[in-house]
DNA sequence: ATTAGCCCTCAATAATGGTG
DNA sequence: CACCATTATTGAGGGCTAAT
């Protein structure tokens, strides 16, 4: 996999074979050298962590997500928000699929009558419409006879953008450049107690501090408390 | 080329059984 | 007896195919 996976922190390409996750454990295995698991236990790969350490994340409205009835929609939403990315600020203002990648992007066989196709994609099309992140979609052809389907972002995916982008200038302007107060005497002991927690449960220590500055303590209490049960699922 | 009906798959819910 | 886990049932969605 050389080429595919671009380092946050690292601020570069990886070309090491790695895999996404470094270890699984399942139930009743042995866990370290005397613990028995007590459930399955996933081990994010190392580059993994540190990306979604770093908020290298696309972000998605999952209670949106989750709303969104046909999954050939959802998976849709999870690929025109990240194309609908790249076509901000352009003149082009819309994106534009060939019918036979979508094919391989989608968990959809490819049809052989347009018709098919049609009647398989504008469902999810439609609903996509309809709630608003998509203003609309049209077909059209190529001059090597291949589908092409036309995507204008709507109103939501805007939104969206726009919230992401506020984001990731925050965490970069507050959380992230080290500032000339940002000494260990700036936080608290019991800031300083929790950023180790996070530490301890491979956050980057940067990423932690980030945190702590711009949560509220206890929220983040909680979430570590969901980190240490969400692993075992 | 398009439409409609049948069949298969998957997922959500209900029912059953096993355990503390 | 209550609770959790596993299994059975049902329903919806999508693909395949035959008829138009």
New binding site residues.
């Given amino acids: 996999s050389v080429g595919t996976f671009y380092s946050k922190e690292g601020k570069r390409w990886v070309d090491d074979n790695f895999s996404l996750y470094d270890r699984i454990v399942f139930k009743g295995k042995e866990l370290t050298n005397s613990e028995i698991a007590d459930s399955n236990y996933l081990f994010l790969g190392s580059w993994y962590l540190q990306n979604l350490n770093s908020f290298y994340v696309k972000p998605i409205d999952y209670n949106y997500f989750k709303s969104l009835?046909?999954?050939?929609a959802s998976r849709l939403y999870e690929i025109l928000g990240v194309k609908f990315y790249g076509v901000r600020n352009k003149k082009q203002d819309f994106i534009c699929y060939k019918y036979s990648t979508l094919c391989q992007l989608l968990?959809?066989?490819r049809?052989?009558?347009?018709?098919?196709a049609k009647?398989?994609l504008n469902?999810?099309n439609n609903e996509l419409k309809d709630t608003g992140f998509i203003s609309k979609y049209d077909w059209g052809e190529n001059s090597r006879k291949e589908w092409l389907i036309y995507y204008w972002p709507g109103e939501r995916a805007k939104e969206e953008m726009k919230r992401a982008k506020i984001r990731i200038v925050d965490l970069q302007t507050e959380g992230y450049l080290p500032g000339p107060k940002r000494g260990l005497e700036y936080f608290s002991q019991e800031q300083k107690d929790l950023i180790d927690k996070l530490v301890e449960i491979n956050v980057s220590r940067i990423t932690a501090e980030g945190l702590i500055i711009n949560y509220d303590q206890q929220l983040i209490e909680k979430w570590i408390e969901a980190i240490h049960y969400a692993r075992a699922e």
């Fill in positions: 009835k046909n999954k050939i968990p959809i066989t049809k052989k009558y347009i018709s098919m009647q398989q469902p999810s």
